[in-house]
């Protein structure tokens, strides 16, 4: 059971950077799946969610619409799209995976080892 | 915004020894209060969710304790691989949610 997180760069301000997390040994389709990053400005930053089924995300106020988290399940991944990126957005990206139980949500249960994204 | 606050900073013990670590949330969180450890280079873990159940496969010598703006996390007879930072995060205002700044965990 694991997240491998993949695509971080070095990249100038202004530009884009697309991520990629590949979920292994769960059942992928079922679970919300989220982007967090930790900054050295902001320590632990959650930035988006998409819903299972994809139909459903949510963003981070500072990332909205600069920011697009989208899935494909039968790949058994999750991305993240970055443009008009600054030096703030510097730090490690992890993919998580919300919780799945019925009365417990909104925590992250399975994380990866993170990313790194540097914008300078 | 609901502002986490983690102390000490920094924890210095010895194998063998307890260890209590404290997150301070500015207004009560309701108990929605998640621990995860975290090592460098490595995936953080979720130690502990809904103040005081432990997450799957985590020892019991790590509990969680607390109410309203209070909560603890208690590591007792500390194993070296216990080294490490930890964060709170409360999700009682999802989304954002939010985490504490880490309390880090070293060897006396």
């Known amino acids: 059971v694991q997240l491998v997180e993949s695509g971080g760069n070095l990249v100038q301000p202004g530009g884009s950077l697309r991520l990629s997390c590949t979920a292994s040994?769960?059942?992928?389709?079922?679970?919300?799946m989220n982007w967090v990053r930790q900054t050295p400005g902001q320590g632990l930053e959650w930035l988006a969610y998409?819903?299972?089924?994809?139909?459903?995300?949510y963003y981070e106020g500072s990332v909205q619409g600069r920011f697009i988290i989208s899935r494909d399940n039968a790949k058994n991944s999750v991305f993240l799209q970055m443009s008009t990126l600054s030096a703030e957005d510097t730090g490690i990206y992890y993919c998580?995976?919300?919780?799945?139980?019925?009365?417990?949500?909104?925590?992250?249960?399975?994380w990866g080892q993170g990313t790194l994204v540097t914008v300078s | 915004e609901i502002v986490l606050t983690q102390s000490p900073a920094t924890l210095s013990l010895s194998p063998g020894e307890r260890a209590t670590l404290s997150c301070r949330a500015s207004?009560?969180?309701?108990?929605?209060l998640a621990w995860y450890q975290h090592k460098p280079g490595q995936a953080p873990r979720l130690l502990i969710y809904?103040?005081?159940k432990r997450a799957a496969g985590i020892p019991a010598r790590f509990s969680g304790g607390g109410s309203g703006t209070a909560y603890t996390l208690t590591i007792t007879n500390l194993e070296p691989e216990d080294f490490a930072v930890y964060y709170c995060?409360?999700?009682?205002?999802?989304?954002?949610?939010?985490f504490g700044q880490g309390t880090k965990l070293e060897i006396k």
């Open positions: 207004r009560s969180v309701d108990n929605y």
């Open positions: 040994g769960f059942t992928f389709s079922d679970f919300g």
């Open positions: 809904d103040a005081s």
């Open positions: 998409i819903r299972s089924d994809g139909d459903l995300t």
């Open positions: 995060h409360q999700r009682w205002s999802w989304p954002p949610g939010s």
């Open positions: 998580a995976r919300f919780i799945r139980q019925l009365t417990s949500k909104y925590y992250f249960d399975l």
